[in-house]
T-cell receptor
Framework: QKEVEQNSGPLSVPEGAIASLNCTYSDRGSQSFFWYRQYSGKSPELIMSIYSNGDKEDGRFTAQLNKASQYVSLLIRDSQPSDSATYLCAVWPPSNTGKLIFGQGTTLQVKP | DAMVIQNPRYQVTQFGKPVTLSCSQTLNHNVMYWYQQKSSQAPKLLFHYYDKDFNNEADTPDNFQSRRPNTSFCFLDIRSPGLGDAAMYLC????????????FGSGTQLSVL
């Protein structure tokens, strides 16, 4: 089992729709969770961090964390073509070895 | 305004010719990381420095070395690049280990001819 799993997609949504991106992780003791956006040929850009169960909202983005289910999600409301990118889920394991664990990423395509 | 700066943005080298990639930061973060990312794959951690303490990942080839002469700068040396080393190399920093956000530079796209 991979430590952080994401569906590679592509996930295709029409402009204006809600895009839902999902991530599961294997280490139950993990405490810190991040979503990075990566455009093709560019470096990852942090868009959300979440540490506690529940929802965290920032503009059109909402991160959701359920530690009991070991599940993190990212919702993008009113999706725009400029949101088309790969979204990487990243998790700090409790071992504190310096290794932030990345998922493989989900490619999102927002169609005008 | 840039906080983590990588140079160059694109690097072309020849098979077997040593190459050095550089990274600098203005955040005064303790930790600096080097990741390798190939197309459609997750970033793969090569090593990290916590201050001057070097931490190598077990599966990082010996061909890859790193130096951190001071808090601000970190270098990635590839001693004898092979075709399989063509990738995006990402430098990142964080204030500390665990729970901390990583801030990435713009990356260096390495091509090996």
């Amino acid at each position: 089992q991979k430590e952080v799993e994401q569906n590679s997609g592509p996930l295709s949504v029409p402009e204006g729709a809600i895009a839902s991106l999902n991530c599961t992780y294997s280490d139950r003791g993990s405490q810190s969770f991040f979503w990075y956006r990566q455009y093709s040929g560019k470096s990852p850009e942090l868009i959300m961090s979440i540490y506690s169960n529940g929802d965290k909202e920032d503009g059109r983005f909402t991160a959701q964390l359920n530690k009991a289910s070991q599940y993190v999600s990212l919702l993008i409301r009113d999706s725009q073509p400029s949101d088309s990118a790969t979204y990487l889920c990243a998790v700090w394991p409790p071992s504190n070895t310096g290794k932030l664990i990345f998922g493989q990423g989900t490619t999102l395509q927002v169609k005008p | 305004d840039a906080m983590v700066i990588q140079n160059p943005r694109y690097q072309v080298t020849q098979f077997g010719k040593p190459v050095t990639l550089s990274c600098s930061q203005t955040l005064n973060h303790n930790v600096m990381y080097w990741y390798q990312q190939k197309s459609s794959q997750a970033p793969k951690l090569l090593f990290h420095y916590y201050d001057k303490d070097f931490n190598n990942e077990a599966d990082t080839p010996d061909n890859f070395q790193s130096r951190r002469p001071n808090t601000s700068f970190c270098f990635l040396d590839i001693r004898s690049p092979g075709l399989g080393d063509a990738a995006m190399y990402l430098c990142a920093t964080s204030r500390d280990l665990g729970r901390e956000k990583l801030f990435f530079g713009s990356g260096t796209q390495l091509s090996v001819l």
